[in-house]
T-cell receptor
Framework: EAQVTQNPRYLITVTGKKLTVTCSQN?????MSWYRQDPGLGLRQIYY???????DKGDVPEGYKVSRKEKRNFPLILESPSPNQTSLYFC?????????????FGQGTRLTVV | AQTVTQSQPEMSVQEAETVTLSCTYDTSESNYYLFWYKQPPSRQMILVIRQEAYKQQNATENRFSVNFQKAAKSFSLKISDSQLGDTAMYFCAFTIIQGAQKLVFGQGTRLTINP
């Protein structure tokens, strides 16, 4: 089954404690990206990757890091989380960067930073 | 700047009724794709319908159809014979073709279908 898998689905952490949200896709997609969803703002792109070792900033990259060492994995790293990073996070992948084909989304990670 | 505006934060209709969700967008590009995504309480993002901007014919998918007005930059979603399972948050989004690297989303409309 074609899917994007995120872990964990729920996470509560304290300010400053480094965390990683994993994302893996089994469709051999080149393009992957991270979004955060906040009430009244919709989804906004954090980072994206067009292929292995190729990553770039989206609209709201501050406080986040990513890496793309393998085609299937695209982890999101919060080196020093702060309360304003409390949000719902989605990883997405698509066959190519133009995203004219369907984008596949993970199940979402609800992050709370206290 | 590329933006999407959904002016209806919440809507509520009775089962079997028809409902239309509004969406306007802003871009200087001429080639792009438009989407409606559904997010039920499970949080899964589900593609409902897609429209290519170069096509004048409005896309349809079973009970879902769009009214695409390119000049007005409007892209509304019509749900016919609404069902309880249509209860969800709906997001309008678009992506430009040239240099596209992201989906630009609206704020979302929370739709409730009442029995």
């Amino acid at each position: 089954e074609a899917q994007v898998t995120q872990n964990p689905r729920y996470l509560i952490t304290v300010t400053g404690k480094k965390l990683t949200v994993t994302c893996s896709q089994n469709m051999n997609h080149e393009y992957m990206s991270w979004y955060r969803q906040d009430p009244g703002l919709g989804l906004r792109q954090i980072y994206y990757s067009m292929n292995v070792e190729v990553t770039d900033k989206g609209d709201v990259p501050e406080g986040y890091k990513v890496s793309r060492k393998e085609k299937r994995n695209f982890p999101l790293i919060l080196e020093s989380p702060s309360p304003n990073q409390t949000s719902l996070y989605f990883c997405a992948s698509s066959r190519d960067r133009r995203m004219n084909t369907e984008a596949f989304f993970g199940q979402g990670t609800r992050l709370t930073v206290v | 700047a590329q933006t999407v505006t959904q002016s209806q934060p919440e809507m509520s209709v009775q089962e079997a009724e028809t409902v239309t969700l509004s969406c306007t967008y802003d871009t200087s590009e001429s080639n792009y794709y438009l989407f409606w995504y559904k997010q039920p309480p499970s949080r899964q993002m589900i593609l409902v319908i897609r429209q290519e901007a170069y096509k004048q014919q409005n896309a349809t998918e079973n009970r879902f159809s769009v009214n695409f007005q390119k000049a007005a930059k409007s892209f509304s979603l019509k749900i016919s014979d609404s069902q309880l399972g249509d209860t969800a948050m709906y997001f309008c989004a678009f992506t430009i073709i040239q240099g596209a690297q992201k989906l630009v989303f609206g704020q979302g409309t929370r739709l409730t279908i009442n029995p």
